[in-house]
Structures are given as C-alpha cells and as structure tokens.
C-alpha cells in the first residue's frame, strides 16, 4: 500500500480518508490520481503527440491544450509528478510550435527546475527518482528511428522496458526494500 501509494500520489502518506471516501463514492479517483502520466495521457488525447508532429498545432489548439493541462494540474493539486509532465509537455508543444529544438536534457532539466523551486524535498523522493530513471533509461533504449515491421517493434519495446527496469530496479529495491 505504502508503494503504491507513493508511485501514484508521489509522496509516502495517504490522503485524507473523507477526500478518498468523496472520490470512491464520485467513481473521480482514477481520473483525479496524482500521476504524470495521466498527464501525459490527456496530452496525447487532446492531440500533442505522434513523436512531435502534431506538437506544433496552431496557436487555438496548442492554447486549449495547455490551458487544459494546466487545469488538470492543479486540480490534481500541482502535485510534483503532474507538475513535471504538464511542464515537460508545454515546453516540448512550444518548442515543436515555434520550430526549436526540444531535447531529453531540457525536458528533464527544466521540469526537475521547476520541482525545485515548488517543493525542493520531492527531488530526493521516490516518485522523482524513480520517474527520472525511467526516463533516463527510455532515452537510453530509443535509437530515433521507428522500427521496421512487428518484430522490430517487440524488439525495441522489450529493450525500453529493459533498461527502465534495470535503472529503476535499484531505487525500487532500496525505497521499497
């Protein structure tokens, strides 16, 4: 409980009992948990997605998007974990609208910042490392180009999932025993 309590909420407590009792009784807490990926999601949902081709949307659509993702975040309660990806994405979909470039230090970097300055004690949590790590080792695994037929494609999924477990399984081991 403890784990997956600090994997989905990005902290080691547990909510307010009443809080929790209001989102079962709404069917609200699976959509309300505090995860970057749900995030990220949404994103892809609305439309910022398809390996940044559909980042660079008009200015209306991006605008919504991001206004949306924003709303999430803080209804989520501008959670760290939230607060990574909705940053992480805006600046990818900003970066995509106006042409630059948008690399994995910078959208590792300027999220990681931005934690910093909201709640300095998250970047030594659980949560953080073990998001970073993930990260770090999907980056590790992607080789920039799309694989050739479903082979290929098992292939680089297995690899990604590899090197996100083999960087994260020692976090996990030490936070979790």
Do not use: K, N
Not at 108 to 129: D, Q, R
């Amino acid at each position: 409980g403890a784990m997956l309590a600090t994997l989905v909420l990005g902290r080691a407590t547990l909510p307010d009992p009443e809080l929790a009792a209001a989102h079962r009784a709404t069917g609200l807490s699976h959509l309300l948990a505090v995860s970057g990926a749900h995030a990220a999601m949404l994103a892809f949902l609305l439309g910022l997605g398809s390996r940044g081709r559909s980042l660079g949307a008009s200015r209306l659509r991006l605008g919504l998007v991001l206004a949306l993702l924003f709303l999430y975040g803080g209804v989520a309660g501008a959670e760290p974990p939230v607060l990574r990806a909705v940053v992480a994405f805006a600046l990818a979909a900003c970066a995509a609208r106006i042409g630059r470039p948008f690399g994995v230090a910078t959208g590792l970097l300027a999220p990681a910042l931005v934690t910093c300055l909201v709640e300095p004690a998250a970047l030594t949590g659980p949560s953080f490392l073990l998001s970073y790590a993930a990260v770090t080792g999907l980056w590790l695994a992607a080789r920039g180009r799309r694989p050739d037929g479903r082979a290929a494609w098992l292939v680089e999924a297995l690899r990604a999932s590899f090197w996100a477990t083999l960087l994260t399984a020692p976090l996990t081991l030490w936070f979790f025993g």
